[in-house]
């Protein structure tokens, strides 16, 4: 089948969809007449509500779809004036590709390219076009592949592949918000799930044929080493983007910090990691792939592309980053556009680095010393009140708390290792070591003339009281000041964490609340009584805010706080939590309440832990 009859198969398929709630829609007004005909009273009222409103999600969906518009565009706009290699390269490729080249080129911050085109009638009359270029790729790219990525964008242009990307958005757009509303029990929805799967299967499939087509247009203009280099090198710099966000921004961006130069930080790592970028590239690429996949595996693509009638093309192995040599300016003005740094502080990257570690020692040093403050009594602890601890062979009941499976004599010996933690923070609070910033390995604690610093002996003499005035003793030595270790957020916040599940309408002390589980505590939302549409309520509260900020605004128990949990009944589940500042809280699950996944069992699991610390 050739693509144009399988798009063509696409677009009626999603002009049944519209038919199809049309039908529907009729089939509820039949139905509510013959109701009415022979029936009346509050039985037929009844009866037509509930055809009313199943079909009503169905109804709301389409409508909005249908005045759905695509975005605006995003990315920075690159014009000619500003990038006259990058045009000149993109115009003299359009027409060896035999089409007419984009109206707009534009930098968006991902490790892709893609085109658009702004259609009237069905794709009769063209628009504007739009071609998308990431700037990652810009950045690690050379010329010749960067070629071969503009050359199959432009094959989507003369295989006419995106005359109808506005009919293909708002049916997706129909069918989300369709779907997205009707209730699992609603049977108008059953008949419109199945439609959607079917509609999936066809446009995939001719979304894979057309790139199989986009393939044979970058090989026969820019080239099949070109080609072949080009899929090959999009997971390595994929990867490199997703462990540079993941190692380097994403634990100071989650407490507060970000970096100067996001982008610019990339291309750093990127130059660096020649090692382990050489390994990736190493890997043979993907050969598995499904019918709902949109695009064909990556080895089935490359074999594709050797399969085709070979064309010369002089290699140019230059740097992509020639095409634009304002590369780094444009980095930083898209950076501008794109990045909502919110309230946090920015900081050159040396420093984001230094200052993102201390925050996240802290953080984990503020956990220990909450608890060492609850065990001696005392409102704040630090590393002084630790060394208490250990001083009066306390350091065990402390320890069990982070080691469960331990007794306490092991855990205080395994205690060794979060003790070296403590150190190092004493050790940068007192101005003794300091976190260098590396792009090619971890960032590392080293002292004032660079060299690692490693506090690992003196950390095991801490933990025994035996040995403790020796620890004490090495300490002061090295000029580490035992008291500049101490708590800073005394009271636990939700920082950070993750959601791991949610229950709607429970009752939290006898009013109705929706329990949300974060990794670190529990928050509890005032919630209506009226049970249904719980999930979605719920979707929309944790699509709207940050686990941060729920826990700010609502009631919020950190696990750390519980000193008991009492399960009184499985399903559904009936408990009652004891803080340790002796006050309760009680949970009660309704049964008419949603059910969430598994989390009901991930909250059993939560209080059985705390329960069985509490024992040790």
């Not at 501008?336 to 802290?362: E, K, M």
């Not at 590396?438 to 025994?464: F, M, N, Q």
Request: proline share 5%; charged share 20%; aromatic share 8%.
């Amino acid at each position: 089948m050739s693509t144009a009859l399988r798009a063509a198969i696409s677009v009626a398929m999603l002009v049944g969809f519209y038919v199809l709630g049309l039908l529907q829609l009729a089939v509820v007004g039949w139905l509510i007449f013959e109701i009415w005909t022979h029936m009346n009273g509050a039985g037929a009222a009844k009866l037509s509500w509930v055809l009313i409103v199943a079909v009503g999600a169905v109804v709301a969906g389409l409508w909005r779809a249908i005045r759905a518009r695509p975005s605006e565009p995003e990315g920075l706009l690159l014009a000619p004036a500003q990038a006259p290699h990058l045009w000149q390269t993109v115009r003299e490729m359009a027409v060896a590709a035999g089409t007419r080249a984009p109206d707009e080129i534009r930098l968006v911050p991902e490790v892709n390219a893609a085109v658009s085109e702004d259609t009237k009638l069905l794709g009769l009359v063209g628009g504007t076009r739009r071609l998308y270029l990431g700037m990652p790729l810009l950045q690690t790219f050379t010329i010749d592949q960067m070629r071969s990525v503009i050359a199959h964008e432009l094959g989507h242009y003369s295989g006419s592949h995106t005359r109808l990307s506005a009919v293909a958005y708002r049916g997706r757009v129909a069918m989300h918000e369709t779907l997205s509303r009707v209730g699992k029990w609603n049977v108008f929805g059953w008949v419109f799930k199945g439609y959607g799967y079917l509609y999936l299967l066809v446009s995939n499939a001719v979304t894979r044929r057309q790139e199989f087509e986009a393939d044979q247009v970058s090989v026969r203009v820019a080239g099949v080493e070109a080609a072949v280099s080009a899929m090959r090198e999009l997971p390595v710099v994929d990867a490199a983007w997703n462990f540079y966000f993941g190692r380097y921004i994403s634990y100071g961006w989650e407490i507060g910090y970000a970096p100067d130069d996001v982008f610019g930080g990339f291309r750093e790592l990127y130059t660096a990691r020649t090692a382990e970028l050489a390994a990736l590239r190493q890997e043979e690429p993907d050969e598995e792939t499904s019918r709902w996949d949109t695009h064909p595996a990556t080895g089935d693509r490359i074999a594709a592309m050797r399969a085709l009638p070979p064309v010369p093309h002089p290699a140019d192995w230059r740097p992509a980053s020639m095409l634009l040599p304002q590369l780094d300016g444009a980095g930083l003005e898209l950076q501008r556009q794109v990045v909502n740094f919110g309230s946090r502080t920015v900081l050159p990257w040396a420093d984001f680095t230094a200052a993102s570690l201390i925050a996240v020692q802290q953080r984990k040093a503020d956990r220990i010393f909450r608890s060492a403050a609850r065990r001696l009594g005392v409102e704040e602890a630090g590393l002084a009140e630790i060394f208490q601890l250990v001083a009066a062979g306390r350091l065990g009941e402390l320890a069990a708390e982070f080691y469960p499976d331990a007794n306490r004599y092991e855990a205080a010996q395994a205690f060794a290792d979060p003790m070296g933690d403590l150190i190092s923070l004493a050790a940068v609070r007192s101005g003794v070591a300091f976190w260098r910033h590396s792009w090619s390995e971890p960032a590392r604690l080293v002292d004032a003339y660079g060299e690692p610093v490693d506090y690992t002996e003196i950390a095991k003499l801490a933990v025994a009281p035996e040995t403790l005035d020796q620890a004490r003793a090495w300490l002061a030595h090295l000029g580490i000041h035992v008291q500049a270790a101490k708590v800073v957020e005394a009271k636990a916040g939700a920082s950070g964490s993750d959601v791991i599940g949610a229950l709607p309408n429970v009752r939290v002390d006898d009013q109705e609340n929706d329990v949300i589980l974060l990794d670190r505590g529990l928050v509890f939302v005032p919630a209506p009584k009226d049970t249904d549409k719980g999930e979605k309520r719920i979707g929309e509260l944790l699509s709207a805010n940050d686990p941060a900020t729920l826990a700010h605004h609502y009631r919020f128990v950190p696990y750390e706080e519980v000193a008991t949990a009492r399960i009184l009944k499985a399903v559904p589940i009936n408990a009652e939590l004891r803080l340790h500042d002796g006050s309760q809280v009680t949970l009660k699950e309704r049964w008419s309440s949603d059910s969430i996944g598994k989390s009901r069992d991930t909250l059993e699991s939560i209080l059985k832990q705390i329960n069985e610390r509490a024992t040790r």
